[in-house]
Structures are given as structure tokens and as C-alpha cells.
């Protein structure tokens, strides 16, 4: 496994509504990256995110799960979580340990109630959020409902930066940051990028703007830039949407199709470039108020979201490096009851797989197993 520094790390959370696709998005991403020579489905029982007996017999996910991809030279840490809200609580705490939510949605539904439900919960931890509209490929697919639904939820402050496109046959999406047309073979995969066809030109500049503006809304500096040169490039726009992003004022929108593999590549391009990564959030706080900044160079401070027993390996306890860095040997109190715990081994999780690793730098996620004293929520 290679080794990724802070700057390199994004950790995403993927939630949205029961069946909008999060299972099949995440199970993409990793295959998309060669970390997964083929590709399973939820029908056959086989994604390395839905592994747990009881998921396979309800064909849904029950529990969080964590996994990575790793997309040019950025590890991306995924939650994927469950569309049910009778088991709001693995989400909420998978919230808390993301850099930027993932909303998905299935376009033939656009905002559903369980969308609704979530939204709610991201709103009140003010969490960096871009929707994804999966499911363009279907026959029912409905794109500019479902952007409509978006707008309604969260208010204009939704942009899009695609739209999907059929062109005699051949799917595609439109990029309205890049200004490129993304064309793909039927099974998906890279695409050609092809420039944008002129009938179409009007309409992407048109949405260009509202971007550039958008962007350009959410940065002093950028916007003293947008008057005296009347646009962005895209590396200002970039920035401008991050800035974006982190008020919680912008919210970018993406259209997939995580099933036949089309658009993912380019919104694990967006997350490593553009998404905001732990260490430009809102430092967290101390229990005695105190800002504990993410670098590495501070003491070791461990947040754990997620413990499970497992009956072959015990208590598995899954953590975000919030600052410092995790050694395995390293000896760490818990906060909450003063007693000390050795960190023993430490594992990267892809589902039920685990990988050993030495060491965790701030801003990742990890695993480890037999903590004596500690629970979910403890740091
Ligand atoms: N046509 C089409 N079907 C999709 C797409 N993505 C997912 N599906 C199908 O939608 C169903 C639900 O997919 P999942 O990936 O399990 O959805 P989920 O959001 O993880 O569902 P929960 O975990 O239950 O919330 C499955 O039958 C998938 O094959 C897509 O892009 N296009
Ligand atoms: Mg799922």
C-alpha cells in the first residue's frame, strides 16, 4: 500500500436514500481504480461494501462500512452508509468523521424522503456536501427533476457542474468547469473528451457563468478578480468552490451512472482536487474548549466512530486520525474514563478485508482490534 500524506487524504461519506446506489458508486470507485479486478453487484451478493450475512439476505446495506480507493496520487477514504433511517445513528456518526459528504440520489426519484431525513443532519454539522444524480442510464431517469428537487431542498445555492446527454446512443455527460464533453463505450470506463457540440454551446456557457459567479460569491479575492476580469479560470473557479464548499454555501452537483461505470473517474478527480480534506475544516474542539488543530507535528488524537464485534476477531474499533500520527505501540488515554490503551495493531478496512499497516497519519482512517476501555463517540 502506498504511503499518502495529509495533503493527499479525503475522506468521504456516501448517504442518500434506501436503493439511490451508494453500494454500486463505491463498489465503481474502487474497481475503477484497479483496486478490484471485477466489479460486483448487490444482486449477486458480492460488493465489498455489503458484506455482512444479514445484508445479503435483505439486499441493502445495514451497517457503515469504511473502504478506499486511491485515484492519482489521493487516497479517498469512503463510508458507505445505509439508505434505512431506522439506523440514523451509523450515519450520523459517519458524518462526523467526513471532509465532504456524498449525497447520492437515483434520478428517477430525485430527493426522496430519506434524503430529506439526512440533509437535515448535515445541515446541523454544516458539512461540505456535493450531490451525485446516479442512475442517468435508466429509462425513468428524470435529470432536470431530480436537479429541481435539489434546488428545492437546499436552495439555489445547488450548482451544477454536468448534465447527461445522449448523443445517437452513446451516453454523455457535459462538464460544465472543465467545458469538455465526456462521451463513453456502452460498458463505461474512461471516456473519449470531446469538445462541447455546438448546439449545446449556449446552454453550457450560460451554466459556466452561473458557476464562475457562484465560485466567485465565496472569496473576497476572487470576487475582486471576477469584476476587474469579468471571469475565473479554472483554477480560481476551483478554489472559489471549495471556499464554496466549506461555508456550506455551495453545493456541487455531479450526474453518474455508477452501475455502467460513467462518471465516476471524473468525481474522484473532483474529490482529490477540488473537495476540502480534514485539515480545512473547522478545527474540533477539546473537552475543555481548546482547538485541536489536524497537523502532524501535534499530539496523537484519535476520534472513534464506528465499533463492531466481529466473533472471529473480536472488538474491531475504527477511528479518524484527528491530529498526530498513530504508530503501532503508541500508548493513548481515553478522554472519557483516563484509562490507557495500546494500540496493538492497525489495519486499513475495505469491508472484511483487512490490510496491516505501521502507521496512520492525521486526517485518515483506520482500524484497530482488542481496545479495552473504548467506544464509539470516545477520543
Ligand atoms: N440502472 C441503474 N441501476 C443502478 C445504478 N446504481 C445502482 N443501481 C441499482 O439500484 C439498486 C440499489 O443499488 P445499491 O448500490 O444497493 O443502492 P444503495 O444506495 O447502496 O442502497 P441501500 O444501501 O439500501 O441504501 C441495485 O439494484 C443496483 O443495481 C445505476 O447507475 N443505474
Ligand atoms: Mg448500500
Given at each position: 500500500m502506498k504511503i499518502y500524506d495529509d495533503k493527499h487524504i479525503k475522506n468521504v461519506v456516501f448517504v442518500g436514500a434506501h436503493n439511490s446506489g451508494k453500494t454500486t458508486l463505491a463498489e465503481t470507485m474502487l474497481f475503477e481504480a484497479g483496486l478490484i479486478n471485477r466489479r460486483g453487484t448487490v444482486e449477486n451478493k458480492n460488493t465489498v461494501s455489503d458484506y455482512h450475512e444479514i445484508e445479503h439476505e435483505r439486499g441493502n446495506s445495514i451497517f457503515a462500512t469504511p473502504l478506499h480507493t486511491e485515484w492519482r496520487n489521493f487516497k479517498i477514504n469512503i463510508i458507505d452508509t445505509?439508505?434505512?433511517?431506522?439506523?440514523?445513528g451509523e450515519i450520523i456518526s459517519s458524518i462526523r468523521v467526513a471532509d465532504t459528504i456524498v449525497m447520492v440520489l437515483n434520478a428517477q426519484h430525485g430527493v426522496e424522503v430519506g434524503t430529506e431525513i439526512i440533509w437535515n443532519y448535515i445541515d446541523k454539522f454544516h458539512k461540505p456536501t456535493l450531490f451525485v444524480i446516479n442512475q442517468i442510464d435508466h429509462i425513468n431517469a428524470k435529470f432536470e427533476e431530480s436537479l429541481k428537487s435539489i434546488k428545492k431542498l437546499v436552495?439555489?445555492?445547488?450548482?451544477?457542474i454536468q448534465y447527461p446527454l445522449l448523443l445517437n446512443g452513446a451516453q454523455c455527460i457535459i462538464d460544465v468547469l472543465k467545458m469538455k464533453m465526456y462521451k463513453f463505450k456502452p460498458q463505461g470506463g474512461k471516456p473519449e473528451k470531446l469538445e462541447i457540440p455546438k448546439d449545446q454551446m449556449e446552454w453550457a456557457k450560460e451554466l459556466n457563468n452561473e458557476l464562475i459567479e457562484k465560485a466567485a460569491e465565496n472569496d473576497e479575492p476572487l470576487m475582486e478578480l471576477f469584476f476587474e476580469k469579468g471571469t475565473l479560470n479554472e483554477d480560481e473557479m476551483r478554489q472559489g468552490i471549495k471556499a464554496g464548499m466549506l461555508n456550506h454555501e455551495l453545493f456541487p452537483v455531479f450526474c453518474v451512472s455508477a452501475l455502467n461505470d460513467m462518471g465516476t473517474g471524473r468525481l474522484m478527480g473532483f474529490i482529490d482536487n477540488v473537495a476540502p480534506s480534514a485539515a480545512d475544516l473547522t478545527p474540533e474542539q477539546s473537552i475543555d474548549g481548546e482547538e485541536i488543530i489536524a497537523s502532524k507535528e501535534n499530539p496523537t488524537v484519535l476520534f472513534i466512530f464506528k465499533t463492531v464485534y466481529q466473533p472471529n476477531l473480536g472488538q474491531i474499533t475504527f477511528f479518524k486520525v484527528i491530529s498526530g500520527e498513530v504508530k503501532l505501540n503508541d500508548k493513548l488515554i481515553n478522554s472519557r474514563n483516563d484509562e490507557t490503551e495500546v494500540i496493538n495493531q492497525l489495519f486499513i478496512m475495505d469491508g472484511k478485508d483487512r490490510q496491516p499497516v505501521n502507521k496512520l497519519t492525521v486526517g485518515d482512517i483506520g482500524a484497530t482490534l482488542k481496545l479495552k476501555y473504548t467506544e464509539t463517540n470516545d477520543t
Open positions: 445505509l439508505g434505512l433511517d431506522d439506523f440514523i436552495g439555489k445555492n445547488a450548482v451544477q
